[in-house]
């Protein structure tokens, strides 16, 4: 068992590093135990052209790593591992990375969500290379080009109408012929003379190299089995994202889809002393500067969270306590 520390972050993506730099900046000294996966979403993407500050655009792996760094700088220290659990019904608040544990007086929660995916390995190898899983980050990149869109909920209509103020054209292949989407984002795209739809259909294969990027994709006919390719220079799989929320849903407040809920305003959880930020928490902007704001919030809600409960380790964090609400947190 080590000592208790301020601080321990969990998760290495945008919301987690910028968490660590500002609680690194006030010598809280924290530990992120970032993931094997460390980076999130940004490490399957090529082109970052939306983060302010990188005006020439940044790919997305060298970007975390310059978040990494930062925090570093200032003394973060960092742990390429997973949590395996967590206790956050006493205190010290425990997390746990195997039989290891970790006390900390605060924890920020910053694990994000991941996109779905198709699960095809061809899928997987042309990730950034014309697959792409945003549409709001990537879609700039197939200006002139055929792209086809996969899913049947907002997301692919919002995507597919995004992808048309640079695309040529764009397919939508959906499994059904009925569609998850609402109405009014159903007829937006129907509207739309750039895009047409695929129903009863699945991508099974996607066509190219790492060279020359995506060039096509297969579709299987759900009903007839019959297959066809399609050429497309990009394919944005937009099929929803689950929340990393696996660990924390028998402890801190979720909605349905398993995100955490923080109090309004803040990023509080409904355990004192419990931080969560970044797309864990966001199912609606998802943006890498986003996720990096709402770390920086969670870092200062810690740090003002635990400038109010100094001396006051060692009770039961059962309930909200009533010093920690005046405190805001
Ligand atoms: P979603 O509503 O869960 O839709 C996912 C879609 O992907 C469904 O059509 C589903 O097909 C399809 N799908 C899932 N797995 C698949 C697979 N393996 N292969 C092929 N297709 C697959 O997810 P979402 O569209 O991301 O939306 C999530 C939430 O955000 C929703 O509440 C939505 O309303 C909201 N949202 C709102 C807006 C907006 O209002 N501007 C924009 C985006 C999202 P089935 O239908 O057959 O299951």
């Known amino acids: 068992m080590n000592d208790v520390r301020e601080v321990v972050i969990i998760g290495g993506g945008p919301a987690g590093y910028t968490a660590?730099?500002?609680a690194a900046r006030a010598n809280l000294h924290p530990l992120v135990i970032e993931g094997f996966a460390w980076g999130g979403q940004l490490m399957i993407t090529s082109d970052?052209?939306?983060?302010?500050?990188?005006?020439?655009?940044?790919l997305g792996p060298a970007m975390m790593a310059d978040f990494r760094r930062q925090a570093e700088r200032f003394g973060a220290e960092f742990m390429t591992d997973d949590v395996t659990r967590v206790d956050f019904s006493q205190r010290p608040l425990a997390v746990y990375v195997g039989?290891?544990?970790?006390r900390a007086r605060s924890v920020i929660v910053a694990t994000g969500a991941s996109a779905r995916q198709l699960g095809l390995p061809s899928e997987q190898v042309l990730q950034g290379r014309g697959v792409s899983y945003c549409a709001v980050c990537d879609a700039a990149f197939f200006g002139g080009?055929?792209?086809v869109v996969v899913g049947g909920g907002d997301s692919a209509m919002e995507e597919a109408?995004?992808?048309t103020k640079y695309a040529s054209g764009v397919t939508i292949v959906h499994r059904r012929d009925e569609f998850r989407a609402s109405p009014i984002m159903l007829d937006r795209a129907r509207a739309n003379d750039r895009i047409s739809f695929v129903t009863n259909a699945v991508v099974d294969e996607v066509f190219g190299s790492q060279q020359e990027g995506v060039t096509g994709v297969r579709i299987l006919d759900v009903h007839t089995g019959e297959t066809r390719e399609l050429p497309a220079q990009g394919l944005f799989v937009a099929i929803g994202h689950d929340p990393n929320t696996a660990l924390f849903l028998d402890q801190l407040d979720?909605?349905?889809?398993?995100?955490l809920v923080t109090q309004p305003g803040s990023t509080a959880t409904n355990v004192p002393g419990v931080f969560a930020a970044g797309d864990v928490v966001d199912h609606v902007y998802r943006q890498a500067v986003t996720a990096a704001g709402s770390g920086c919030m969670a870092a200062l809600d810690a740090e003002r969270y635990l400038a109010a409960d100094e001396g006051h380790e060692g009770t039961a964090l059962t309930a909200p306590r009533p010093e920690a609400e005046a405190a805001g947190v």
């Open 48 to 58: 970052v052209e939306n983060y302010p500050g990188y005006a020439d655009g940044v």
């Open 20 to 22: 660590a730099l500002y």
């Open 145 to 147: 080009k055929e792209v």
């Open 99 to 102: 039989g290891e544990e970790f």
């Open 161 to 163: 109408v995004y992808v």
């Open 254 to 259: 979720h909605d349905e889809a398993g995100y």
